[in-house]
Structures are given as C-alpha cells and as structure tokens.
C-alpha cells in the first residue's frame, strides 16, 4: 500500500510548498480522515536534527494518526511528509512523484524507529533476540554483528543482564526498555514514542522516562506522545498541542507549558497535571 489513500491527490512538489529548510521531519498541510471524521486537520510541523518535539493533547486528538503516519503505518489524505527529503509513501524522479512499492517502503520505515504504549514485543523471542531480528532480517548485519550491537544497546538500556529473558519474564518498564534498544537498532534518523509510559506501573515509569532522556541528551532526534507534563517541561525543545486534529498551539515549553495563548491549552494543562 502507497501513503496517500488511492484516488487521493498526490503531494504538490512545488517548490513553494517546500522551501529549503532544515527540518529532518517535515510534515505539511497534512489532511487525514476517516470516513466523515476529519483526523488531522492541515498540519504542519518541522523537527530539526537533534530536537525532541512532544506532542500533547485529549484522546482523540489525532497524536497516535500523527506518528503511525510519520512511521507509513497511515496513509494520508493530502500534503507531505518528508524525513531528510525523503518522502513518506512516495518517490520523486524528476519533478514527478511516484508511489513507493511495499517492499521500498518497508526499506524507508527502517529509518523511523517506533516505541508503542504497550511495547509490542515478540513474545516468544528473548530480549536479545527481539533486538538482532530486524538487523538480521533486513540482512543490514550477520547474525554474530547484530548479536554484539544488541548486547551495547541493552547495556545502553540498563538491561545486559536480561538479554536471555523473555518479555513474560521482565516487568512492564524492562519490556519497554528492550522495545527502546530494538528500536535503536536499526540506527533510526528518528525515533517515535508513543504513551511510552502509560501502560506502566507508577513505580516503573522513571526507569523508561530516564533512558528517554538520555536518548535526549544524547542528541537522538525524538517526537514524543506524553501525558507526562513535567517530562515534556524539562526535554522538549518544541511543545506541540493538538485538539481534535489540529494544531492549537506550539512553540518552546516555558512558552506553551507554563504561559499558553490558547485557552484550550491552559484546560487541557489544567486537567492533566
Ligand atoms: P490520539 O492518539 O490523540 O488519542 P488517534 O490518532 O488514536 O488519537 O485517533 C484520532 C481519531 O481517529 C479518533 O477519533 C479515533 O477514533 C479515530 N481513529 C483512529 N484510528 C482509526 C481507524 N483505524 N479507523 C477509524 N477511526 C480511527
Ligand atoms: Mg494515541
């Protein structure tokens, strides 16, 4: 399946549309509907190499349509998506765009790393082995290069001496641990995590939260879903807050956390925290 619903106009290439600019994610005028539920609603949105960007907002406001979009889990209605110009769902040659075959478009996805609420591990797979399968599967690395970088990025995670558990044998904040590193180790130019913490334990939340920042810290470029409000104040660059698939407000923390505009920011900050 191509990124751009069938029958849907393809994304102008126009240069106006898209200036020079040194966004590693570009996401403009971006429609998405489902049926007669318009999801996403025009928007546009840069993330610069190395910048953390959270997204917040009510459930329902489009935020997980946003990242499975980022990642071609979606397609979209109309705009684009580039990540480091590459566009998402399409190729251009020349000053056409043509849609991408599944198998390029896994190839693409390959640069988009994806942490969900509920880690999505392979159950029947160890730790170790839910890191080397897509190394080893897109045959990026020999089996015994995949099992050496899987073992640095569990350590990385706090978690080289659980490689041989599997998922059922590890908590919640350890499973989501094992999901950062297996996300990690395709060398992602960005990485997605959505609700990272909201399925866990109060008590096993900062374990997951600390490697994120570290990952922040570490100059990794991150986009991020969280209700976790103090979170986003300390290691977003860029706030972004969403309400029924638009755009309310965006812009640094101290701006859009502590001194919003909007006044359904301030309801939305009100009830969350
Ligand atoms: P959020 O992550 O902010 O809670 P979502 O992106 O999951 O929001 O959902 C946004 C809207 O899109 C909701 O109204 C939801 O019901 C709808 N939606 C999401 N996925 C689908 C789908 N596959 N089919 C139909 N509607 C969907
Ligand atoms: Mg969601």
Same mark, same amino acid.
């Given at each position: ?16 549309? =898209? ?5 590693? %994610? ?26 953390v960007v ?9 935020? +997980? ?6 990642? =071609? ?68 690395? +020999? ?13 990385? %995670?706090?978690?080289?001496d659980r ?28 990485? /997605? ?14 374990? %997951? /939260? +600390?490697?994120?920042?570290? /990952? ?49 920011t301030q309801?939305?900050?009100?009830? %969350?925290?």
């Open positions: 399946p191509a990124a751009l619903a069938a029958g849907a106009a393809a994304p102008q290439t126009g240069d106006e549309r =898209h200036p020079p600019s040194t966004g590693l %994610v570009e996401i403009t005028g971006v429609h998405k509907s489902y049926g007669a539920n318009e999801v996403l609603h025009d928007i546009t949105l840069r993330v610069a190499p190395g910048q959270t997204l917040l907002g009510p459930s329902g406001s489009g935020k +997980s349509t946003l990242l499975r979009a980022i990642n =071609h889990l979606e397609t979209i209605d109309a705009g684009a998506i580039t990540i480091d110009g590459e566009y998402i769902g399409y190729e251009r040659r020349g000053t056409q765009l043509h849609e991408l075959r599944e198998k390029q478009i896994l190839q693409r996805r390959t640069r988009v790393g994806m942490v969900f609420q509920n880690f999505n591990l392979f159950p029947h797979l160890t730790a170790l082995e839910n890191v080397i399968e897509a190394p080893i599967g897109l045959k990026r690395a +020999s089996r015994q290069e995949a099992i050496a970088q899987a073992r640095v990025l569990l350590e990385r %995670v706090g978690l080289a490689a041989d558990h599997y998922p059922r044998q590890l908590s919640g904040g350890q499973q989501q641990r094992v999901a950062i590193a297996r996300a990690l180790a395709l060398a992602p130019d960005v990485l /997605l995590f959505d609700e990272p913490t909201s399925a866990l334990d109060p008590e096993l939340v900062a374990e %997951v /939260l +600390s490697v994120i920042r570290d /990952l922040a810290t570490g100059g990794t470029t991150l986009i991020i879903v969280t209700h976790e409000i103090g979170f986003a104040a300390e290691i977003a660059d860029h706030v972004v807050f969403l309400d029924a698939g638009r755009v309310v407000e965006q812009g640094p923390p101290a701006q859009v956390l502590r001194a919003p505009e909007q006044a359904r309801e939305f900050l009100d009830w %969350v925290i």
